[in-house]
């Protein structure tokens, strides 16, 4: 099925937050790539679409499913998008290993970033939504994006990945922010701040 196809007809859910045991948890493997499946991605690319957003994971919609989908930049500015199912990540070692360091967001913590060093290339191989291997290799904030997700996938959330003290920053942000997020965002709409990030700024 193309992803097109799957870019209509969902539903906008409420996103998952950090704290919710299905974030800090693995997932269970896709094993079913039936309607069941093809309707569970339409709604998280309508939630994704919704928050504004460069990937979700399906844990963000409370689901403990291996899946995600994105829709985000590579480092030459070329959009990418699509779905993965029991993603592996692999990154490049010895030359090819780069670090870049930018601020990273997440959906699940809505409104908070802080810089976080990451492989600036990723190779993430899976299935697509009809359980048919596929390849992506990234670039950029897609490399990161490619990591972010599958981190989400083993129970991992970005706040993990930064010191004690960028974390403490990232939740002290998070809850100055809070307010303009009602519980069920992004079904109801995030309130207006001229505090708010630009909206420039990708979260997955
Ligand atoms: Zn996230």
Redesign the pocket.
């Known amino acids: 099925m193309a992803v097109e196809e799957l870019l209509v007809g969902g539903t906008v859910l409420p996103i998952t937050r950090w704290g919710e045991p299905v974030m800090h948890a693995p997932t269970r493997p896709v094993t079913e790539f039936g309607a069941e499946l093809h309707d569970l991605v339409r709604d998280m690319f309508a939630t994704m679409e919704a928050a504004r ?1 460069v ?3 399906a844990t ?1 919609v409370g689901i403990d499913l291996a899946l995600f989908v994105y829709d985000c930049p590579d480092a030459d500015d070329v959009p990418h998008r699509g779905v993965f199912c029991n993603p592996v990540v692999t990154l490049p070692e010895g030359d090819g290993r780069n670090l870049d360091s930018i601020e990273e ?5 809505p409104g908070a970033y802080q810089p976080l060093a990451r492989v600036d290339k990723a190779t993430c191989t899976g299935q697509d939504v009809d359980g048919n291997p596929i390849t992506v290799v990234g670039t950029g904030l897609l490399a990161r994006c490619l990591q ?2 599958t ?2 996938l083993g129970g991992t ?2 706040g993990d990945r930064l010191s004690t003290r960028l974390r403490r920053k990232l939740y002290q942000q998070a809850e100055e922010l809070a307010h303009l997020y009602p519980a069920d965002w992004p079904v109801s709409p995030k309130a207006d701040s001229a505090a708010g990030r630009p909206a420039d700024s990708a ?2």
């Open positions: 957003g990937g979700l994971a963000q967001g997440c959906l699940s913590l972010h997700e981190d989400h959330v970005f979260s997955e």
